[in-house]
C-alpha cells in the first residue's frame, strides 16, 4: 500500500463524494417533508446510474492509457492531467459560488419535476446532479492513478482510498437526510479545496514533465536543481517522504524549470482568486435586494 496514493484518493473521495451525497440528501429531506416519500425510487434509479456510467467512464479511460504505447501514452497521459486538473479547478469554483444556494435551487427543481415531469423527471434530476459529480471524481481519481501508477501499487493504493473516502461521504449524507450537523460545511469546502488546488498544481506539474519527456517542450526542459541527496521523490527512508509529497503534490527532487514554473503559476493564481471574498450566486427566481438610496 502506497500512503501518499492513498491518502491522495481518500482525500477525492471525501471531498467529491459529499457533494455528491449532499445534494441526494437535500432532494430526499424535500421530499420526505412535502409527504412523497414514495418518490424515493427514482431518486436511487436516477444516482445509480450516474455512478455507474461514472465508474465505466473512468474504467474505459485508465485501460485506454494502458494500451497504448509510447509516445501516445505520455500525450494521452499528460492530457489526462491536465483535463483532470482543469476540471476539479473548474468543480471548486462552481460549488464556492453556489454552495450557499444549492438547497434554494435544488427544492425548486425538486417542485418543478413533481409538476411536469413525474417519476422520469425525478430520475433525471437525481442523474444530473450526480453525474457531475461522478465524472469529476473519475477524471480527478484518473489523474492521480495515472501520476502514481509508475509506483508500486500507486494506481490501487487511490483507489483503495477513495472508495473508503467514498464510504465515509456516504456516512455524512445520512446524516444530512437526518439533520444531523457533522461538520461545517463551509469550513469543510474550504479546507478541502485548498487541498486539492496543491493536489491539482501537482497533476499540472506532472503533465508539463510528461510533455518534456516527447519532446513537446523543449524551452526550460533543462533541470533546475538537485536535492535528491537531501529529499528524493522516490526510495526507501528519508525517501518515503518525498514519495509521499511527490504522490499528493506533484514534488519532485529533481525538476525541470518549466515544470517548476507551471507549478508554482497554477499555485499561486488559482489560492489567490480561490481565497478572494466572493458573492453568492442568487438562484433564478429570486429577486435581489438592495440597499435604500437615500436623495
Known sequence: ???????????????????????????????????????????WL????????SLAVGSLLWITIHELQAPAEQIFEGSALVLAAAVVTWMLFWMRRTSATVSVTLRAAVDRSLTSGGVWGLAALAFTAVI?????????????ATAASRAEAGAISVLAGALIGLAIAVGLG?????????????????????????????????????FIEIGWITVGATTAFDISALLPHQGGGVGL???????????????EWTTLAAW????????????RPVKPLVPAGQPVQRSAVRP
Open 241 to 255: 517522504l518525498g514519495q509521499l509529497l511527490h504522490v499528493l503534490f506533484g514534488y519532485t527532487s529533481t525538476p
Open 46 to 53: 436516477g444516482s445509480g446510474g450516474a455512478a455507474l456510467l
Open 132 to 144: 457531475r459529480e461522478g465524472i469529476e471524481t473519475s477524471l480527478f481519481l484518473l489523474g492521480q
Open 264 to 275: 508554482a503559476t497554477y499555485l499561486v493564481a488559482v489560492l489567490v482568486l480561490y481565497l
Open 174 to 210: 445520512v446524516g444530512f437526510y437526518r439533520g444531523v450537523r457533522l461538520l461545517n460545511l463551509k469550513t469543510f469546502f474550504s479546507w478541502t479545496g485548498v487541498a486539492l488546488i496543491f493536489v491539482a498544481a501537482g497533476l499540472v506539474a506532472g503533465a508539463i514533465h510528461e
Open 1 to 43: 500500500m502506497d500512503l501518499g496514493s492513498f491518502i491522495t484518493g481518500l482525500l477525492t473521495g471525501i471531498r467529491e463524494g459529499v457533494e455528491a451525497a449532499l445534494i441526494i440528501s437535500i432532494i430526499l429531506a424535500y421530499l420526505a417533508r412535502t409527504g412523497n416519500r414514495h418518490q424515493f425510487g427514482p431518486i
